[in-house]
């Protein structure tokens, strides 16, 4: 097998403004706003206020899943983006991202998957 079936987005953003890091209605708004800026087909969602803080959202995506957990004491979101379709773009998601969490300090790995050698 050599084609790539998806590909795996794996994104920490540091320096988060922490106002949105701990309200799972903000965490929920903004992931499916960013879902309709990345033409994601929702399939279902969960979100989750955690005690006494953090929050964590998944979106099942018909291309796969889009997932975010907060540690606002760190400023810290982690985001993971799973899409089986290719051919879409996860730069105008990013930046939509680093704009709601006021924030440009991010590191992203990019994960081919379905791959022999993965």
């Known amino acids: 097998m050599n084609d790539i079936l998806g590909v795996h987005y794996l994104i920490g953003f540091y320096d988060c403004d922490e106002n949105y890091l701990i309200s799972v209605f903000k965490i929920k708004d903004l992931m499916i706003n960013a879902g ?41 979101a982690a985001v993971d983006i799973f899409l089986c379709d290719t051919s879409l773009n996860i730069d105008k998601v ?8 006021s924030t440009d300090n991010y590191k992203i790995k990019k994960i081919n998957r379905g791959v022999c050698n993965e």
């Open 36 to 76: 309709k800026i990345g033409n994601f087909n929702v399939v279902k969602s969960c979100f989750h206020q955690f005690k006494p803080y953090g929050v964590s959202g998944v979106l099942v995506l018909k291309e796969s899943h889009f997932t975010i957990h907060t540690w606002p004491e760190h400023q810290y």
């Open 94 to 101: 990013v930046e939509y991202l680093c704009e709601i969490f």
